[in-house]
């Protein structure tokens, strides 16, 4: 199994460079990159105007044509009209200056050493600012997974035993609506009804925690922090607990249906000595090792939704307004991290298989 892994973890490094190098050639190709937007902040708020007339009513030395030029043709959207040498300094700032190839090695070479660069409109390092937002996605991550999971896994149990019968059935159509509604419709939906609509003002509309919250006693801060935190991770469940609870109910079926359950039967064991004592622990072998895959697909994806509509502050909101801002070094430092996250957790996955079940052997697989 060393080996295996030792494989899997050799391969991390080529699957990275290949999803680096997709995603920097699909954002070279956009419009509307961190010098477009800086060029339309400047026009926006009339700066450039702004020095122009400062220069000019002051009397100085200064160069007006470095921000202005009436002649100027451009590449970037929105420049006519400023000066080629600012254009340039805009380029330098933000890395433009140098052609794509050396960026993308120059990035790479960072990235090795962890170093994510810093953010072009935050003045800050990418690496501070992905630790300062981890907590809110954390606590997001892991609590829907521990809800997901101590929802899925009962009902998942109680649906097979009671197979074809009503409760069945009403809990599957109850499963398949809540899989079928889409995460941010709910998110929305909770927020019209609980948070201030035209219903209930009983949840807050954004944050995790109120203002104030270091100042409060201990029980208080955790009242608090559960206030916020329940219709994000209400949203968050209903959308993530449908697959695990039918993968629960086919994998009690499936052991249900076995010899070794007849052979129970047949020598007088209690069902629930059969249930818990036999077709519980080997059924529970799939599902207790896709948790570190299940963490990972909650954590990456969902999270973001939920953050962007509940306005939470962490990982997710902070890509949403990267890509809005073109803010290049969180984006491709964000999907750094997602992937080498990512993969793993696919590596820890297929661990954890082998420890639950020995009889899983991934080397003799690969042989195969």
Known sequence: MAKYALKRLLFIIPTLLGILMLNFLLVQALPG????????????????????????????????????????????????????????ELEKQ??????????????????????????????????????SKLPVSLSLGLWSTLLIYFISIP???????????????????????????????????????????????????????????????????????????????????????????LLTKNSFLEEINKQYVLTAKAKGLTSYRILYGHIFRNAMLIVVAGVPTALVHILFTSALLTEVIFSLDGLGYLGFEAALNRDYPIMFGLLYVFSLTALLMNILGDLTYSWVDPRIDFEKREVS
């Open 94 to 131: 933000f890395g433009f200056d140098k052609p794509p190839l050396e960026r993308f090695i120059l990035m790479v070479k960072n990235y090795l050493s962890f170093d994510l660069g810093k953010s072009y409109f935050r003045d800050q390092d990418v690496v501070s600012l992905l630790i």
């Open 155 to 245: 009902l998942g149990v109680a649906k097979a035993v009671r197979d074809g019968t009503r409760f069945d059935v009403v809990t599957s159509v109850a499963i398949i609506v809540g899989y079928a509604l889409p995460g941010f419709l709910v998110g929305l939906l909770l927020l019209i009804i609980f948070s201030g609509g035209s219903f209930f003002d009983w949840f807050p509309l954004r944050g995790i925690v109120s203002d104030g919250w270091s100042d409060m006693s201990w029980h208080k801060k955790i009242t608090d922090y559960i206030w916020h935190m329940t219709l994000p991770l209400i949203t968050m469940v209903i959308g993530g607990f449908a697959s695990l609870t």
């Open 33 to 88: 990159g961190p010098v477009e937007q800086m060029i339309a902040r400047i026009q926006g708020e009339g700066g450039t105007q702004d020095r122009l007339s400062g220069a000019v009513s002051s009397g100085t030395d200064m160069d007006v044509q470095y921000f202005y030029n009436a002649s100027t043709t451009t590449k970037y959207a929105g420049a006519q009209g400023l000066s080629p040498k600012f254009i340039a």
